[in-house]
């Protein structure tokens, strides 16, 4: 018997590096990728299993690393974080670890006085 690459990851998502294995969403990136240019942000939602989290590491993230957003900016911050118990907060301190900024400034530049 052969031993070669497993194109299926299993349970867990697919990553960057296997974006050569996923296949079929391309209406699905299309349509993320142009939320992203015209408002800059995305809600990707959906049931457990369903394939979220692949979509994004193998398409949406290589395409965005890749450079070929039809937006007047190219300075994307890319993190990924588990909502938990508190979904801001849990973004706030994913976001001040991949930029490098305190997440106390975070939340103190961010309430209402």
């Not at 296997?18 to 240019?37: P, T």
């Amino acid at each position: 018997m052969k031993h070669g690459i497993c194109p299926y990851p299993g349970l867990r998502p697919f990553t960057e590096e296997e974006s050569i294995f996923f296949k079929g969403r391309d209406l699905h990136i299309r349509q993320i990728v142009r939320l992203l240019e015209e408002n800059k942000m995305a809600f990707i939602t959906g049931a457990s299993g369903d394939g979220k989290s692949s979509m994004v590491y193998a398409d949406v993230v290589p395409y965005i690393r890749a450079g070929f957003f039809k937006a007047d900016f190219n300075s994307w911050i890319i993190t990924d974080f588990k909502p938990q118990r508190n979904p801001l907060a849990s973004l706030a301190e994913a976001l001040s670890n991949t930029a490098a900024i305190s997440i106390r400034l975070c939340f103190l530049t961010t309430r209402p006085k």
